[in-house]
């Protein structure tokens, strides 16, 4: 008996021998398991282990529950004695179902998602790596959950629960890329970040203003790009070539890491082109097609027949995005992050204008969107100890600049128009996070935005080449926002958790009109306004057994105006003309929801979620006068005055459904379900279907996995959108939708399969290949100015080291 004592004191002592570093392994195969996610609390700090499993585990000496989590496998929770016995060697078990993760986007701090009432679906990266998508749009459109509109091949503008544009937030490592010039139309910003150095990717469906600010109505979307990996020594890389038919696409991507105990660094660079997208060729209609287009010959602009109709001349661009990291351990507690991204295109096509036509005739000659540039600066400082006020502090600083211009001229006008806007965005966050008990937490910050809004015109007359200026899209403009906010999370009993948050914002923006004084008689020069926001959320979950959770919430969101919607002056439409409104003020969104959340022995998983979202003081386009006039000239054409004004409301109604059904040990079955109903306010009082409100749509998905081959094959599919549930707004847009029997628009419904392949040749080599767009349909996504890819074989090799 004497001996047992001494045993255990031997176990003890080897175990602090070697509690610096842990070894996580997958169980079966044993072999080291890389981005294992390890942590304390709830919503703490999280540590990675590297490529050969390790994780340096001191800074949790002598903790009581250290989670170890990561997709495809069960979490374990361990305390530092059990890890001692397990002489610190942690064995994961396959778990096809993830029945749980860590999340970062619902209060800005790592959170298991069985402890969060809101709704949030997040993709990791060995999903993507599969999936293999052209753009980041893609990506997010994989999911199942969100649906997306393209105005053009070098676009994508996610629609989430009735809401698009800037009524959706996005954020990049942390930062706010929403700025001022975010318009209510649809957006392309997402595809600026690389699809190759996303790490993680999190949606939180509903509004999540409390914790992003402004714009956060619909939903948040929260991207992890790639970084140092803080227990990594020496060089890793990795490269990826990527080939497609449907667009001819030629892609490169490399990344390197280095790190030494202290410094760690990784780079990044991609290359994407693309050529012209080639539709399907089965079903669609003859109004899908690309007859003609028009090149310049001779001084001139002629119209050509297209020798191929399917081809969707006038969609090619190409894209560059370079990213650099850099991580410092200051000490055991505290850390540097300094991250720099760069984004830059050629001139990308709107290619729905291109296919515009009046009187029979198409209607411009040229209209692209010119280089998309965006270039991020952000330095992130986290610091770990126990204080009266905090366990953990996080500080990120960020600098944006986003530059992009829109170039037009009109079929056989000598004049061309090129506007171009600049933004200058700067912003600093300070989150903290305090742990009160085992069963309660708070986490708390504050938060500064500013952007510096630049906004010229030219006019260019393509014979002399004689340039001049021309009115400005926007004025210029500076848009400013503080915040403070706070969240409070406990553990009332073991069937019951309770969350609330809440965010005062201040908002100022100031506008100078004198760039357009000579083009527009304005009554006004220039304007200023402030506004005050209040937001917050509340929620509960129940947990009557292990395997069920329901999850009631109800949260607010607010959208403050911008440049965008007080100051644009642009064409929205043949024959119609958006001006200033500088009288608007915020519009706010009231949600309601529950999550229900079923697992049967991890072999089925059930999610059902319902939502009803108001939207009281919504900006929408009405008739205006301009200096007293209801039309104007605008580019030699004379238009409606239009402009934004808080004159509707809003309701969106909705319901998300999801099974997961483990088939085998290696075979799963998945399938997602979205209905929505939107409706808002028209001028007369009566009501029109939401424009951002997609018909119904969603995916079915068979997952085969084994050591070196993981196989998708997936059918998607969406709703018709017949004439008389169409929004009044894209009833107009004709030369975008197919025309049903009575001769008006419509968007009819549609399905399609995709098989995509994943094989382990070797230790250091992956090839991918895919199959889209099965039977080469021919269809247009609801609300899209291109048409769909047909089918599309794509080829991806990657090599490791």
Known sequence: MRALPLFYFFLLFSGFLQAQ?????????????????????????????????????????????????????????????????????????????????????????SQNQQDTPEKVRRLDQEKLILRNPANTADWLGSSGEVFIQKSQLGGGSPMIRGFSANRLLYSVDGVRMNTAIFRSGNLQNVISLDPFAVANTEVQFGPGSVMYGSDAIGGVMVFETLRPNPEAEGIAGNFISRFSSAYSEKTVHGDISYGSKKLKFLTSLSYLEFGDSKMGKN?????????????????????????????????????????????????????????????????????????????GQLRFARWDYGPQKWMMNNLRWTYRASHPWFDQVKVIFAQQIFEESRIDRRLNANTEFDRTEKVHAYSL????????????????????????????????????????????????????????????????????????????????????????????????????????????????IFTPEPSLSISPLISTGFRAPNVDDIGKIFDSAPGAVIVPNPQLVPEYAYNAEININKHFENKLKLDLTGYYTYLDKAMVRRPFTLDGKSEVLYEGELSEVLALQNAAFANVSGIQAGIEFALSKNLIFTSRYNWQKGKEELENGSQSPSRHAPPSFGLSRISYSSSKLRVEFTSQYSGERSFKEMPEEEKAKTFIYATDANGNPYSPSWIIFNLTANYQVLSFLQVNFGIENLTDQQYRPYSSGIVAPGRNFSLSLKASF
Request: negative net charge; without cysteine.
């Open 283 to 359: 079903g669609g209609q003859d109004s899908y097609l690309r007859p003609d287009f028009v090149i310049r010959e001779n001084e001139a602009d002629v119209v050509k027949s297209n020798p191929n109709p399917l081809i969707q001349i006038g969609s090619g661009y190409t894209q560059l995005n370079l990213m650099q990291k850099a991580l410092w351990k200051v000490s055991e507690k505290s850390t540097l992050d300094y991250g720099f991204h760069l984004s830059t295109s050629t001139d990308i096509p709107r290619y729905d204008r291109l296919i515009e036509k009046r009187n």
């Open 429 to 540: 966050n300070a989150d903290f996070f305090k742990s009160l008990s085992e069963e309660a937490y708070i986490s708390y910050g504050i938060e500064g935005v500013t952007n510096r809004v630049n906004s010229s015109g030219i006019q260019r007359n393509v014979l002399t080449e004689i340039e001049s200026q021309a009115s400005a899209r926007y004025p210029n403009a500076s848009w400013n926002s503080a915040a403070i906010y706070g969240s409070y999370h406990n553990q009332l009993s073991e069937k019951w958790k309770f969350q609330s948050a809440i965010r005062y914002n201040f908002t100022e923006l100031t506008a100078d009109f004198s760039n357009n004084a000579a083009f527009f008689r304005l009554p006004f020069s220039e304007s200023k306004e402030n506004h005050h926001s209040l937001t917050g959320n509340l929620g509960l």
């Open 21 to 109: 570093q842990v070894t996580v392994l997958e169980k079966e195969s044993k072999k080291p398991l890389s981005n294992a996610l390890i942590y304390v609390s709830e919503a703490g700090e999280v540590i990675f282990s590297n490529s050969k499993g390790l994780a340096d585990l001191s800074k949790f000496e002598g903790e009581k529950k250290i989670h170890f989590r990561h997709f495809g496998f069960r979490t374990q929770i361990l305390s530092w004695e059990e890890l001692i016995l397990l002489k610190f060697t942690v064995s994961m078990e396959t778990d096809l179902l993830s029945l749980d993760a860590a999340v970062i986007s619902a209060n800005r701090w």
